[in-house]
């Protein structure tokens, strides 16, 4: 089984990346991307805790925002981890994430709801990419709101008034930086409409132009119907479908492996990197 994009504690996920691999490996699975937001500190823990019967893809989900301001994801895997544009341009969308969570704070706070920095911040694992998922926690612990999921459907969510944005590359130039680090770039969960408006079709069709090498099809933020869109586009400009989970640990009902990409379809990807940085015990 092949699960292309989970995310640890060096995220908003909530295994460390050992557990991550051990859960794994108990599921069948046998090859497995690490793919936290924006960050790729995960890798060393995961490939040190690696054992025969499991291959580790290095990845990152890179968070990229359009001209029209629409959030999209894009997993980049099997990119060389020194190069330096790439890795500038992780660390500054993980530093700006800090402003932009005090801004949110702000707005929450003038609800009257009371929270700070400090208490998000406690939630965050040493060197983590701080998201909203930990802003979630820290109301769940103060006893605002009962749970991850009930706090991002009733005050999170992308068209809340709390929301604010963050600096993200756009797809586009995040493609390209990937592509240029020797790896391969997959547009993650494009049509996952719930979580709030989804990009147009020109600009699918400018992502595409710029590299992209697949579509995350199966996923379970896809609809049937969404999932049917997918793989025509996926057929028509010949794009690898992938499948995964977006595990988080408890930090989301999405199992390890729920969503798996075919071996055929992965061989493809993987042929599309520049070199083999497929990793091994
Ligand atoms: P951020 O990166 O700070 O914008 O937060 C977005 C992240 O929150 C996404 O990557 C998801 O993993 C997570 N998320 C979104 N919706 C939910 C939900 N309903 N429950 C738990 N986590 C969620
Ligand atoms: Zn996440
Ligand atoms: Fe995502
Ligand atoms: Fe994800």
């Known amino acids: 089984m092949i699960d292309l994009h989970t995310h640890t ?16 490996l108990a599921s069948g699975i046998t090859t497995l991307a690490i793919t936290d937001h924006d960050s790729i500190s995960g ?58 969570m ?6 929450i706070n003038e609800a009257g709801i009371d929270i700070s920095m400090a208490d998000v911040l406690e939630q965050l694992s040493d060197g983590a990419t701080l998201g909203r998922p930990h802003l979630a926690d820290a109301l769940v612990k103060k006893g605002v709101i009962a749970s991850r999921e009930e706090a991002f459907t009733q005050m999170l969510h992308n068209n809340s008034k709390y929301y604010v944005s963050h600096y993200s590359p756009s797809p586009e130039v995040a493609i390209k930086l990937i592509k240029e680090a020797g790896g391969v770039a997959v547009i993650a969960h494009p049509m996952a409409s719930h979580r709030g408006r989804v990009i147009s079709s020109e600009t699918f069709g400018s992502i595409i132009n710029s590299g992209l ?55 493809k990807l993987e042929s599309k990197a520049t070199i083999r940085r497929v990793v091994t015990a």
């Open 102 to 107: 005090e801004k949110i704070i702000a707005r």
């Open 43 to 100: 890798w060393d823990e995961a490939i040190s805790a690696l054992r025969p019967g499991l291959s580790l893809v290095p990845g990152a989900e890179i968070s990229c925002q359009t001209t029209d301001g629409i959030s999209v994801h894009v997993l980049g895997l099997l990119f060389d981890p020194n190069h330096v544009e790439l890795m500038n341009t992780l660390s500054k969308t993980r530093e700006n994430r800090h402003g932009r």
């Open 9 to 24: 504690n060096f995220s908003d996920g909530t295994d460390t990346p050992t557990e991550l691999v051990n859960k794994a």
């Open 213 to 267: 090498d697949g579509i995350e099809v199966d996923h379970r933020d896809h609809t049937p119907d969404e999932k049917r869109e997918l793989i025509n586009l996926a057929k028509e400009f010949d794009l690898v479908m992938t499948g995964s989970s977006d595990y988080h640990g408890n930090g989301k009902l999405n199992m390890l492996g729920e969503y798996t990409t075919h071996p055929k379809q992965w061989e």
